[in-house]
């Protein structure tokens, strides 16, 4: 990419940005993040008591990367869950519930992709969209996790294959701690990349949606661990907001996070808009459209 299409690509984004439709757009995802946790929970433990494996393994993840504060309020969400069985209308409500961010970041990229001409095909449709997503999301979640439980098992088993057939030897604890999270972070990838492809009404092609899955990706990490840093060595929320200190941290922590998923939208726009100009003029006449959908 030339010099000249990143400057280009940022003026762009920022002409967009100043559009009033984003003014607090962060802070209501991070409201509907935390409105979504409980029964984003709920479902996950129901997904991963069918293979037997329990919350732990995401609540291992969370300590290690998830700022204290933050850190301790889902760990104790975490812990609080049941895996006790629930009929289907319950899983239903549960899932209506815990989609509510879907349906936030839905409109925001049909308006973004649309250049503000629409947020989508209605808000019972999208709505209902949102759950089918939000239950994509759980499984994509479900499988990861199960990945990084069994995955040393399932190498075990293609190693002894090996063995069998061509004598191979491997040190299987090392080759697992080695390629444990490259795969996690594969697979985190993966899940950013799905959810800018089913989140817009119109599908775009996977090409399309790479660069913003990248930014956000980038992004997301960037965001926890430096907000990991920062408030462990630098701040204390304790001093102002006392008992409520754990909620503000995580409600923080969600604001950035927002802010990352949505400017990878935004990248997926302004990199189409830019992708075949032959000039200013043609360029700008297309800031307003649509990026071209399959």
Request: proline fraction near 2%; include cysteine; glycine fraction near 6%.
């Amino acid at each position: 990419m030339s010099k000249k299409r990143l400057i280009e690509m940022i003026a762009l984004g920022l002409q967009q940005i100043r559009d009033p439709y984003y003014h607090g757009f962060a802070a209501q995802l991070a409201f509907y993040f935390l409105m979504s946790i409980v029964p984003t929970l709920i479902v996950l433990s129901q997904l991963l008591g069918l293979f037997s494996v329990s919350l732990d393994a995401l609540g291992d993840l969370i300590q290690k990367y998830v700022a204290k504060d933050a850190a301790n309020v889902m760990l104790k969400l975490i812990s609080s869950q049941s895996t006790k069985g629930m009929n289907t209308i319950f899983i239903v409500i549960t899932l209506w519930a815990a989609s509510r961010a879907e349906f936030a970041l839905m409109r925001i990229a049909n308006y973004t992709l649309t250049g503000g001409r629409s947020t989508g095909n209605g808000y019972w449709r999208e709505r209902i969209r949102a759950i089918k997503t939000m239950a994509i999301t759980m499984f994509t979640l479900a499988f990861g996790l199960i990945i990084l439980v069994y995955g040393e098992l399932i190498i075990e088993v293609v190693a002894a294959a090996l063995m069998n057939t061509i004598g191979a030897h491997y040190e299987i604890n090392m080759f697992w701690l080695f390629i444990r999270w490259p795969v996690t972070m594969a697979l985190y990838f993966l899940m950013v990349s799905y959810s800018y492809y089913i989140l817009p009404s119109q599908r775009l092609a996977f090409k399309q949606i790479m660069p913003g899955s990248i930014f956000a990706s980038v992004g997301m990490l960037v965001v926890t661990f430096g907000y990991k840093i920062y408030t462990d060595y630098m701040s204390n929320y304790n001093i102002l907001y006392g008992s409520m200190a754990a909620i503000v941290a995580v409600m923080m922590w969600f604001f950035f996070l927002a802010w990352a998923l949505v400017l990878g939208i935004l990248c997926n726009k302004v990199w189409a808009d830019t992708r075949t100009d032959k000039g200013s003029k043609k360029r700008k006449g297309r800031q307003a459209n649509p990026v071209q959908v399959k």
